[in-house]
Nanobody, 124 residues
Framework: QVQLVESGGGLVQAGGSLRLSCAAS????????MGWFRQAPGEEREFVAA????????YYSDSVKGRFTVSRDNAKNTVYLQMNSLKPQDTAVYYC?????????????????WGQGTQVTVSS
């Protein structure tokens, strides 16, 4: 079992930045790829970014490419999502997830463990 706890969400003005963190505990000796997803009110959860175990491979949705950066510090069992140039349409609950399959997943079903989410609100 792996427990994931997100933090770093909050209220920010459009054009601002936030950095989300996802701390993992439990069976962290396994090599998990990590993903970030978000869900806005009334919308389905959508993929945002993913990073492989070593951090050498990343993947982003088109809506955040060039603005968001995913990274990880395996010594701290923590994954980060640096969000720059935020827009009101980035407002959502952001979730991190861990997956043990090979590669990088962009769908919910690829991931085995989920955090509880952290709210990000971008005002115009």
């Amino acid at each position: 079992q792996v427990q994931l706890v997100e933090s770093g969400g909050g209220l920010v003005q459009a054009g601002g930045s936030l950095r989300l963190s996802c701390a993992a505990s439990g069976r962290t000796s396994s090599r998990y790829a990590m993903g970030w997803f978000r869900q806005a009110p009334g919308e389905e959860r959508e993929f945002v970014a993913a990073i492989n175990w070593s951090g050498g491979s990343t993947y982003y949705s088109d809506s955040v490419k060039g603005r968001f950066t995913v990274s990880r510090d395996n010594a701290k069992n923590t994954v980060y999502l640096q969000m720059n140039s935020l827009k009101p349409q980035d407002t959502a609950v952001y979730y991190c997830a861990a997956g043990s399959s090979i590669g990088l997943g962009t769908t919910d079903r690829w991931y085995d463990y989920w955090g509880q989410g952290t709210q990000v609100t971008v005002s115009s």
